[in-house]
């Protein structure tokens, strides 16, 4: 069976309406088919069959025998009873307009009233549609008080309509201070009517003497003073004959005593969504509050946070099977939401094979520390800015990184690189495009797109060894070495930089080969040749190469070091220095603009060794100027120099044999 286990605060959480569910307008055929296919439908489980709204489910109940579940929804209006000894549904009835909420009124199935948004009040029995009649104004919620047969209504009004279904006819209204109310509930105990209103109070009524026994202002403990807006209660729950819980629009539960106005307990949802649903495990003491958004679980005495169930969509209803870990939510879907918590109450008699199926779970259940974890570096860490998250229980360290949750990771990079999404969706659209369109004219160069220029390389070096020689870019071993773009070779990396120029001086050598196979040498005249010359170009060229690759470390060792320089600069933060008159550093060695403003051009000239003035006859001053000689010349290359101008004069010319001899030819 396949059910989604989820674990909130150390609390195993099945959730028992996950996995996909087949569509109603396959016949049986397809359906078998696909059952017999699919192995996420072969193993799903569905606890009730057809547990689902054809649109959206709007509220949910079980019966007071315990045997049957009820649900309303949309779209056409519907509502659904289901069977649990069956475990499939009885039957379906369509209504003529939504349903607001209903109550059963019976033991069973067989009595049932439904609320609906057109200001209708419906009743049904076992075979269908009893009765229905119209009330003055929009109605929001309804209570049954048992003792007197009494219906109420609560909606847009100041009054509570009393419908009493004995004598078939409307009593006496209960008008109350509010301009609208919300909601309405009937204690079972003591039969004692409170309504919630939009201003923020709760008023309680006798049904017995028909008169207002108290007011309770809730929207002062909950209100928010800055915006001065109040609070409007949404929900109203009975525990017991003297705990009420009290749902807000804030967000907030209060629990009070009704003997007393202050409250015993006030629960923030933190989140300022209208409070839906309220309903009390009794035997553990806590409470479920629902929202739009989450139900939680929490103790009644403390506050303390016990559980919480999150919504993949929003929730409407909530209904809990008394006395066990079951619970189940109308929502914002087709299907309605089940879910089991085992350490809340064993399961239900009519589903009591959940426990052995959750205790195999919980016993084949294998914990690894890869389940929706990133593996991350330290460099990576503190690239995301996570590294302040260091010795939390949010990083697990192992081996030289840490494993951070994958959701964490995911937000973390979408807040560090915002714009990487939209660059991997335009590389992987221009993909796309020269796929489908490329280029006219194809070269079969057979050499891979990473990597190519270490490719061609091999590529020669290995034609011209001999073919016993391995072939890299056959290797299984460097596959990935040409197919990956994470190895490809980055050119401006500082290792480069220093490689590069050994590179160049072999690919140098392969150029110079290429070269003198593929161009034609022309006939030059020999007549002023001689063999000592070759000997000396050849050697100057040379040293001429070993100097221009010296130079090209040397420049590429500049780089790398100015580069160093700037990113320490743009790192580190200039931190400025001040000193106090007293103590101000003496700044000897600058020279100050106006002592060199004052000296003339012939002084300036003079102490730079420039140039020596000398006073003329007339009374002019003359201004010599001796120029720099030329660069030194070094005694090896003098002596070089005369070696060469003497054996030139000792050596024949021997340009003149040839040419005779070519003429002879």
Known sequence: MKMQVSEIDNVKIYNLSAGKSLPEWLSERKKRAVLKKNVD???????????????????IRTSKDGQFIMATGIYKPRVKCYDVNNLSLKFERCLDSEVVTFEILSEDYSKIVFLQCDRYVEFHVGHGRHYRLRVPHF???????????????????????????????????????????????????????????ENGHVEAWDPRTKSREGLLDCALHCSDIQNKTLSAVTKLKFNGALQLGVGTSSGHVLLYDIRSSKPLLVKDHMNEIAIKNIEFHKQMNYVYSMD?????VWDCN???????????????????????????????????????????????????????????????????????????????????GLDHLLGTNLLRAYMHGYFVDARLYKKAKTIADPFAFE??????????????????????????????????????????????????????????????????????????????????????KDTKIIKQAMEVKEVEE????????????????????????????????????????????????????????????????????????????????????????????????????????????????????????????????????????LRKD
């Open 139 to 197: 109605g929001r919620d309804i209570a049954y008080h048992k003792p007197s047969c009494d219906l109420y209504v609560a909606g847009a009004s100041s009054e509570v309509y009393r419908l009493n279904l004995e004598v078939g006819q409307f009593m006496e209204p209960f008008v109350t201070k509010a301009n609208e109310i919300n909601t309405c509930a009937v204690n079972e105990e003591h039969g004692l009517l409170i309504v919630g209103t």
């Open 302 to 384: 403390t506050g303390k946070q016990y559980t919480n169930i999150e919504a993949s969509v929003d929730f409407n209803d909530l209904c809990i099977i008394p006395n066990t870990g079951l619970c189940m939510m109308a929502v914002e879907d087709p299907k309605m939401q089940i879910y089991y918590i085992p350490s809340l109450g064993p399961a239900p008699k009519w589903c009591s094979f959940l426990d052995n199926l959750t205790e195999e779970l919980e016993s084949s259940a294998i914990q690894t520390v890869y389940d929706d974890y990133k593996f991350i570096t330290k460099q990576d860490l503190e690239s995301l």
């Open 41 to 59: 439908f072969k193993r799903r489980i569905e606890l009730i069959q057809e547990f689902d709204m054809p649109g959206v489910s709007t509220s």
């Open 423 to 508: 660059e991997y969706k335009k590389r992987k659209i221009r993909e796309k495009i020269e796929q489908e369109r490329p280029a006219r004219l194809k070269l079969d160069d057979n050499l891979p797109k990473v990597n190519r220029d270490l490719a061609s390389r091999l590529h020669n070096t290995e034609g011209r060894k001999s073919k016993k020689t391995n072939n890299l870019l056959k290797d299984e071993r460097f596959k990935e070495l040409f197919e990956n773009p994470d190895f490809e070779v980055d050119k401006e990396a500082d290792e480069y930089r220093l490689l590069n120029p050994v590179l160049a001086r072999l690919d140098k």
């Open 526 to 661: 020999e007549e002023n040749r001689d063999s000592d010359i070759d000997l000396y170009q050849s050697s100057e060229e040379s040293s001429d190469d070993e100097k221009t690759w010296a130079k090209e470390m040397k420049k590429q060792h500049k780089i790398i070091r100015n580069k160093k320089q700037e990113e320490v600069i743009n790192e580190e933060p200039r931190s400025e220095k001040l000193y106090e008159f007293s103590t101000a550093p003496k700044l000897t060695n600058i020279r100050s603009i106006p002592q060199v403003s004052k000296s003339s051009l012939g002084e300036r000239l003079t102490r730079e060794n420039f140039a020596s003035t000398v006073l003329g006859s007339g009374g002019n001053k003359e201004m010599k100027f001796t120029m720099r000689g030329k660069k030194n010349i070094s005694n090896n290359d003098k002596s070089m120099k005369k070696h060469y101008q003497e054996r030139k004069k000792l050596v024949r010319k021997t340009g003149f044999l040839m040419k005779k001899r």
């Open 292 to 296: 739009a958004c989450v139900v939680k």
